[in-house]
């Protein structure tokens, strides 16, 4: 088993900055993805970025340039840097665990963008 837990949000402005962290109960970076999706208010969950466990990175269009994904084997967390927020980017972001055969979300941060 393997909790998950997201921590980062806030308020801010357009334009600004926010680092998410996920912290994860225990090694596992070296075997799963982990993965950022969001999810706005009346809307699907949307995957956001991932980054295997052989350190590659992925992007969904949307906040190519502007978010990176990246992780911290000793404290077990994965981090969301995210740079020139922009309105729509508001939504709830999860952390998401995915194993060959298990997959673990976090229970979510709220990011909300506004002036």
């Known amino acids: 088993q393997v909790q998950l837990g997201e921590s980062g949000g806030g308020l801010v402005q357009p334009g600004g900055s926010l680092r998410l962290s996920c912290a994860a109960s225990?090694?596992?970076?070296?075997?799963?993805?982990m993965a950022w999706y969001r999810q706005a208010q009346g809307k699907q969950r949307e995957w956001v970025a991932s980054?295997?466990?052989?350190?590659?990175?992925n992007y969904a269009d949307s906040v190519k340039g502007r978010f990176t994904i990246s992780r911290d084997s000793a404290k077990n967390t994965v981090y969301l840097q995210m740079n020139s927020l922009k309105p729509e980017d508001t939504a709830v972001y999860y952390c998401?665990?995915?194993?060959?055969?298990?997959?673990?979300w976090g229970q979510g941060t709220q990011v909300t963008v506004s002036s």
């Open positions: 225990r090694r596992i970076f070296g075997s799963y993805t």
């Open positions: 980054i295997t466990s052989g350190s590659s990175t």
């Open positions: 998401k665990a995915v194993g060959m055969t298990l997959t673990y």
